[in-house]
């Protein structure tokens, strides 16, 4: 437990590399050809059928060549059956190399969707088992981005632009490679024509890099403001506040809009340049050409097939001004779901080096144990012992340290400096699928699936059968409210279970952690919004089921106090009281002492 | 089947870009023309490239010398070309950039305005996730097609000029050209109606797996705690594979589409090389002829697919624009009042006269079942509930979980409108207010806070008139907040983050207390708003509301005996009925339901001190 103190260091690094991050495109693509080697599925034979491919490119200008020179100006005159010849010949090749494309795409689409599927669906395992704190310092949504638009971006590229810009780089390659054939002269004069645009681009490469870095964070901005119109929906209307909304909205909008503009404009004008060179290219030609022509050099077919191959040549360039926007996206959505999986997570599972909890009843041992998000000391050099089958609570004001206790009990996040102990296993050795299966905490936030009630209960066990499950809500005592429910436990509970009350969502969240059977349960304010008849009924019969197990409940409802074996009292991030109720009660100048007489000036 | 329906979408998708020009007719103008110009020029580059050829090429060499004016002249006209395709390139992709832009803007502008007029029973019915793609790629996809639209519009002009120039040039020439063009249609309109299925598909999987991920992720909390980790990751890894395999399926088609459309174009300089060496024999055409006509079919294989890509991205954006219309037309939002009373600083008189409330019916994803399910009602969660919190009084509304009594609070500031029945204030009717009027008088402290990611200030004034720091302050200080925020690094400058991540529970509502105090409202509404605050901080906050200079009437949702014990009457809610009302006393007497409630705590205790009492008594004598 010594690594653990970057934790924070590192979820803002995440934050920083989801936007701009001086790194090269050719670093991305490597970064992320290593992480995805099935990439390299059949590469040999996807190469093969692109060059043969390629070829095709250049067919008809050698045909022209051919017709011209020997059929149309030959010295025979002209030659019908030489230019049938040649244009069937021709057509064969073409048939051939359309073949080979096809055969190429089809190769390339089901290995790279394959790859792009494979890091979806690693990249969404890595999220889950990055830290909570990583879960917390990056927006919810933008977590949900790198499994979705990030990588939807990249297949919508390579579906679109992706294969174009490939044949247009072969094409590039095969045409240069044709010219050099017929004339290395006139290839040397179309090179030099080219170099002043080649460094023009280079450079609006750059301006180009930040403006549509800009586009991508203002629509972060746009979504942001979005997001927040819909799920702020209840406050906004309940404020009156919809105008200051709009206005946020709209400033949002065209934010993004003027930022969309403005890479646009970047990237014409860097790409008109270009433009001129293919007309300084093509015009140098001629006037070469014609020179080359006249010192023999040249044939007339040569020179046309040459003039060709220029438009071929250029092609490619006014293709990538096409296709370039998207491909600056691709590879930055390709750099934001590499950025997330390089974070290591820095609560880890053991895995196979780590070790099972021993059977039977687990005791918590906590030495020296000190918590920070960074900031100041949430727990300060905690030392304590939780016996086996004892049931604990554990009180103190908001901001006591509670929660963070529960957390780290529970290994959601690792303690800065200390271990923790569950018999005697210190938590960073333990294997997460022994502790996950015996370690259950039920959180406050009742989080539910837009699924059934049955169905969030069986989350916890998915081979509970119909009869356990009514079974499980009986022992809690949850019946009436099941048989009030419209359609009983096939009720659905709408998304984040927001169809019922925050208190019914409480109710359907500790069935959930009941059934998972659990050695050490920790509930965490786990009944804060149920009626106090109903949470009474509950404790009782958690108090009867859990005997025999270990129960650390954390409350600000001292009825759980006072059922508890032993309260621990937290305060300013320090243990400061433990001991039964009964006990702890008679000291009336106590944390606990106060405590209490508030709690009994509240419910008397 | 299948082709009838894309038939049907690309009728439809023609119709979304007919809205489109509509919208924007002077950028799409503006595109339109540079590509035609651009257009033009591919044509006439063609002719040029024939005529250097023709007159400038094969006499220099033939004769062994070249007539350097033309020459030069030749090769001006070829960068004159250059520089007004660069003007027609400027035109045309500005302006379909610009159009595309505008129209986004335009319609996220819309949906997002629709958002907030809409009533929030609209949006109880739809996922959140649903709202966001419908505000961002829904709009993009309505539009996707706008940025090839002013191309593929050129390239149609310019495949007019081709046909004409051919038939200028040579009939037989021009018949071949005509096949060539023919096929390449006929290319793109299978393609597109192949496509259509296949992207609407994979338009589909591409959602599933992001709901998927929003809900995966949003209980990231409880997948953890339960160590649901491998069993979240099949269940995403099984959508993620169909949308693999949705996409591989339009990949294959594109993989046909692009070759062939690569190679028909070289097929039509074959053919013209066949044909015109016939016709050059016969003496129909010349040399600059053919070979103007072959590089004419070189240069339009480019743009021609501008084409085939409007018309495969027409069904996707068809989709798009379904659901944008679904969320346009949404009907039955808020009708707010014209009544708008003077703002007094006396409290105000709430009144429930037999409300009863239905939640409209659950989560409708599918688009057109929306419109038929607009008006239908599920289960009635509300009966008959008539109450009167009266000027200047509190009025506790207990009951157990799920009876009912968050919904009594949002019928209270209207969130909601109720099925029958009527809300007034002060004696006017809840919808005979104007929104403003309803905010100024009313204000609803919510279970769960939500904050927004701004600046405390922010987040408490809400940018409403006549709150300055010091009223911030004030109400800080009311909702026992100002300590913690004057800890904080910038005080009411820091920014809290999304959803207020950096605060506590407790933290939080105290600072949504606050937002509701600044206001200085004269119905305050609190839903068990102090659940997560400690009892002793709620005791303080509540003393400072009782003996406030605001004064406030207030309906107050709670389990807590002392919040109820500083209410002048409570009423007791059980399955969405109001079994009683009264005081404290006189309901702990009169209804059982309610006494077993609120005693709950004492009668536990007494219990255990029995068990304790027997268990001593046990020890003792053993």
């Known amino acids: ?604 | 089947m299948a082709s009838v329906t894309s038939r049907d979408v690309l009728a439809r998708g023609f119709r979304v870009l007919g809205r489109a020009i509509k919208d924007e007719p002077r950028i799409f103008a503006f595109a339109v023309g540079g590509s035609v110009l651009f257009g033009g020029l591919v044509v006439g580059s063609a002719y040029v490239i024939g005529h250097i050829v023709g007159k400038i090429i094969v006499p220099a060499i033939e004769d062994g010398a070249v007539d350097n004016a033309l020459l030069w002249l030749g090769a001006l006209a070829v960068l004159a070309i250059s520089v007004l395709r660069v003007v027609g390139i400027f035109g045309r992709r500005l302006g379909a950039g610009y159009m595309q832009f505008r129209l986004q803007a335009r319609y996220r502008r819309l949906v997002t305005g629709r958002y907030l007029d809409l009533p929030l029973s609209w949006h109880h019915r739809h996922a959140t996730g649903t709202l966001l793609s419908n505000a961002n790629s829904d709009v993009e996809a309505a539009w996707f097609p706008i940025a090839p639209l002013p191309f593929a519009v050129g390239t149609l002009v310019m495949l007019l000029g081709a046909v004409g120039s051919l038939f200028l040039t040579d009939w037989v020439l021009a018949l071949v050209g005509l096949a060539t063009f023919a096929g390449l249609f006929l290319i793109n309109v299978f393609y597109s109606r192949r496509m259509a299925p296949r992207q609407a598909r994979a338009q589909l999987m591409r959602g599933e797996v992001s709901a998927i991920a929003h809900e995966s992720f949003d209980g990231a909390l409880v997948v953890k705690t339960m160590g649901r980790e491998g069993q979240e990751t099949d269940r995403f890894a099984g959508q993620a594979r169909e949308l693999r395999d949705a996409l591989i399926s339009v990949g294959r088609l594109r993989g046909l589409f692009d070759p062939l459309m690569e190679t028909l174009p070289s097929l039509g300089t074959l053919a013209v090389l066949i044909v015109g060496t016939f016709r050059l024999r016969a003496g129909d055409i010349s040399v600059t002829d053919l070979v103007s006509i072959a590089f004419l079919f070189t240069v339009l294989a480019f743009p021609v697919r501008a084409i085939g890509w409007v018309l495969a991205e027409l069904p996707r954006s068809v989709a798009g624009w379904d659901r944008l219309q679904h969320v346009l037309t949404a009907t039955g939002e808020m009708r707010y009042g014209t009544i708008s009373p003077e703002k007094s600083d006396s409290p105000a008189r709430l009144a429930f006269d037999g409300v009863d409330y239905a939640y409209p019916t659950g989560a409708d994803t599918d688009d057109m079942a929306a419109a038929a399910t607009q008006d239908e009602h599920g289960p009635t969660v509300l009966h008959d509930i008539s109450l009167v919190v009266p000027e200047g009084r509190t009025v506790a509304l207990v009951g157990p979980t799920g009876s009912g009594k968050s919904t009594i609070a949002s019928l209270a500031v209207r969130l909601v409108d109720p099925a029958t029945g009527t809300i007034s204030i002060d004696g006017h009717d809840l919808p005979d207010l104007t929104a403003a009027a309803l905010a100024d008088n009313a204000a609803l402290v919510a279970q769960i806070p939500f904050i927004f990611d701004d600046s405390v200030r922010a987040n408490v004034a809400l940018d409403r008139p006549g709150i300055d720091d010091d009223a911030i302050w004030a109400a800080l200080r009311l909702a026992q907040a100002d300590e913690f925020i004057a800890r904080l690094p910038e005080g009411l400058d820091t920014m809290v983050g999304e959803r207020g991540t950096s605060l506590s529970g407790g933290q939080r509502q105290r600072l949504t207390l606050a937002r509701a105090l600044a206001g200085r409202p004269r119905l305050l509404v609190l839903d068990d708003a102090t659940s997560a605050v400690d009892p002793r901080v709620e005791a303080a906050i509540l003393a400072a509301l009782r003996g406030g200079e605001q004064p406030t009437s207030i309906m107050v949702v709670a389990y807590r005996r002392a919040t109820i014990a500083l209410a002048d009457e409570v009423v007791y809610i059980e399955h969405g009925r109001v079994v009683a009302a009264g005081t404290h006393s006189e309901l702990l007497a009169s209804t059982p339901g309610y006494a077993d409630l609120v005693t709950a705590y004492e009668r536990a205790e007494a219990e255990r001190e029995r068990e304790h009492a027997y268990e001593d008594e046990g020890a003792v004598t053993a």
């Open chain 1, 1 to 604: 437990m010594t690594t653990t103190a970057t934790a924070p260091a590192k979820a803002k690094v995440v934050n920083e590399t989801a936007e701009e991050r001086p790194e090269s495109t050719w670093a991305t693509i490597r970064r992320g050809l290593s992480l995805s080697p099935e990439l390299r599925t059949g590469l040999a034979g996807t190469l093969f059928f692109a060059i043969i491919s390629m070829v095709g490119r250049a067919a008809v200008p050698v045909a022209i060549q051919q017709a011209i020179d020997k059929g149309i100006a030959g010295p025979g005159g002209l030659d019908v059956g030489f230019v049938g010849t040649v244009a069937a010949i021709t057509a064969g090749v073409l048939a051939v190399t359309t073949l080979c494309g096809y055969l190429m795409m089809r190769r390339l689409f089901t290995v790279s969707e394959t790859a792009l599927a494979n890091v979806r669906v690693r990249t969404f395992r890595h999220i889950h088992d990055l830290s909570m704190l990583h879960q917390q310092s990056e927006r919810r949504g933008s977590l949900v981005s790198r499994v979705t638009s990030d990588i939807d971006q990249i297949t919508q590229f390579l579906q679109w632009g992706g294969v174009i810009l490939i044949i247009s780089a072969g094409q590039l390659l095969v045409t240069a490679g044709v010219m050099a054939f017929y004339s290395w002269q006139l290839t040397l004069v179309v090179l030099v024509a080219f170099a002043p645009a080649v460094f023009v681009i280079r450079a609006f490469q750059k301006r180009l890099a930040g403006a549509y870095g800009l586009v991508r964070q203002r629509m972060g901005a746009l979504l942001a403001a979005v997001s927040e119109s819909v799920v702020g929906a209840p406050v906004i209307r309940a404020y009156g506040v919809s105008e200051r909304t709009r206005t946020r909205l709209n400033t949002a909008i065209d934010g993004h809009k003027t930022s969309q503009m403005r890479a646009l404009r970047t990237s014409v004008i860097g790409f008109s340049s270009g433009e001129i060179a293919a007309g300084l290219a093509t015009a140098a030609v001629v006037v070469v050409g014609v020179q080359l022509g006249i010192g023999g050099t040249l044939t007339i077919g040569q020179l046309t097939a040459y003039l060709f191959l220029v438009t071929l040549f250029i092609q490619p360039v006014q293709i990538a001004a096409e296709v370039l926007n998207e491909a600056q996206n691709a590879v930055a959505g390709w750099r934001r779901v590499l950025d997330v999986l390089d974070v290591a997570p820095d609560v880890a599972d053991p895995g196979e080096q780590g070790v099972s909890l021993p059977e039977g009843p687990i005791d918590v041992r906590f030495e020296d144990v000190s918590f920070t998000y960074g900031g100041p000391i949430v727990l300060d050099d905690v030392d304590l012992d939780i016996p086996a089958k004892t049931r604990v609570a554990v009180v103190g004001e908001t901001g006591s340290g509670k929660t963070t206790f529960a957390k780290l009990l529970t290994r959601l996040m690792d303690p800065t400096t200390g271990t923790v102990r569950l018999s005697g296993v210190p938590l960073d050795q333990l294997r997460f699928d022994s502790l996950r299966s015996r370690v259950v905490m039920v959180p406050q936030d009742g989080f539910l699936f837009d699924a059934t009630v049955a169905e969030n209960v069986r989350f916890a066990r998915p081979d509970l059968t119909d009869a356990d499950l009514a079974l499980a809500f009986t022992e809690l005592g949850l019946t009436d409210w099941v048989e009030s429910l419209p359609n009983g436990l096939a009720t659905r509970v709408g998304e984040r279970g927001e169809a019922l009350s925050v208190g019914e969502r409480q109710l359907v969240a500790l069935a959930r952690a009941y059934v998972a059977d659990p050695d050490l349960l920790v509930l965490d304010e786990a009944t804060s919004a149920v009626d106090p008849a109903t949470e009474v009924r509950l404790q009782r019969t958690l108090d009867a089921v859990t005997r025999g197990r270990t129960t650390v409940a954390i409350a600000h409802r001292l009825s759980t106090a006072q059922a508890a074996d032993e309260v621990i009292v937290v305060d300013k991030g320090r243990v400061v009281q433990r001991g039964p109720h009964d006990k702890l009660v008679q000291d009336s100048g106590s944390v606990y002492g106060k405590l209490y007489a508030s709690w009994l000036e509240q419910t008397r």
